[in-house]
């Protein structure tokens, strides 16, 4: 799998079936590295590891409604009263990072009702802040630490 643009980190590969497969620490269960799979576990290892986000909080690969469709979001962090703190959108490495990516996360976030936004594509990464009030976001230059009195 291509490198990406993340501090270092170790996953469990498997091959089974001429399919590789990586191990989901959320899930707990191997599941078919596809490259925005290789994305999302790369991120959801770094807000574990350099961000000290607990598990317990992070949710990944659910389904939600907007405007009565089912979407999937990819990667969503809970804080510990249960309202949503990030909501992380995956894309391939080939992907090129564009306003529908933002589209489609602030769509998500209509339901989610999320502090803060994620959009990477492994490669290039965008954080941003809610600010409800105005309806907007603001382009932050990483996401925050977790923070024990959220």
């Not at 979001?73 to 309202?83: E, L, P, R, W």
């Not at 959009?119 to 977790?146: S, W």
Request: proline share 3%.
């Amino acid at each position: 799998m291509q490198a990406l643009n993340f501090p270092k980190l170790s996953f469990r590969i498997k091959n089974s079936e001429n399919k590789h497969y990586i191990f989901d620490e959320i899930r707990k269960k191997f599941i078919v590295l596809q490259p925005e799979e290789w994305v999302r576990q790369h991120c959801v290892s770094y807000l574990i590891q350099y961000k000290n986000y607990p598990k317990s909080l992070i949710n990944v690969e659910k389904e939600l409604k907007v405007n009565g469709l089912s979407k999937r979001y990819d990667i969503v962090v809970y804080n510990s009263n249960g309202s949503i703190h990030l909501i992380v959108e995956c894309k391939s490495p080939k992907i090129t990072i564009n306003q529908d990516a933002f589209d489609q996360i602030a769509q998500y976030n209509l339901t989610l009702n999320a502090t803060f936004l994620m959009v990477t594509n492994g490669i290039n990464h965008y954080y941003c802040a809610m600010d409800f009030e105005a309806e907007r976001y603001q382009f932050l230059k990483d996401i925050p630490d977790y923070q024990i009195n959220e």
